[in-house]
């Protein structure tokens, strides 16, 4: 048996996605490679680090918005036990302020899912080797527009569940605490996270939080 064909040389990977037709043609398409493998899958942010626990994977491929604990949060939890794992994110969202995100809590990689194979390929491969690889559609604007800053965002804009969303991040709530405390799913708070983000002109989770915990940000009264 070749090197490359040996399961022992192969790149291990998990595929993590909520619909099971996604997961069913990334077993497909990796399944093909001589030197990739895929040794497991989830259908939750969860069950991401269930199955890299039981795996351990030398690279995870997950979907950036699924059921249950934030997928961000996931991905930090991933990295600061297993640190050697890369991590790809393969979404349907192209907005740069994601890709920022997924960086910062430690992903590698980002692919858009309606680009080629062959960018999701090589994603994997540099994840693999600890490199980084952006989508070539987002990596122009993402480089563009930076990493920004804060700036001088205006709350007024947010709608009260929003605000409360906000008041919470402040508080040095987590996603799950988030959802718990409002009663509703982690998805939604991510959503509602990511809509803020957009309203108050902020790039990042990070300028989210200081944003919250600023003074420019007055909470309501009580």
Known sequence: MSASSSSKDRI?????????VVRAGLRSLLGKQ???EVVGEAESAPGLLLETAEHLPDVVVADLRMPG??????IK???ERWPAIGVVIFSAFDEPADVFDALEAGAAGYVLKQSSEVDLLTAVRRAHQGRRFVDASLAARVLEEGPGDAGSPDSASLSERETEVLELVARG???PQIAAELGVRVGTVETL?????????LKTRADLTR???????RRPRR
């Open 12 to 20: 291990r990977v998990l595929v993590v996605d909520d619909h099971a």
């Open 34 to 36: 001589t030197d990739l």
């Open 69 to 74: 604990e934030g997928v961000l949060d996931a």
């Open 77 to 79: 939890t991933l990295r």
């Open 173 to 175: 709530y987590t996603g």
């Open 193 to 201: 996270r990511h809509r803020i983000r957009k309203k108050l002109g």
């Open 211 to 217: 944003f919250a915990k600023s003074s420019r940000f």
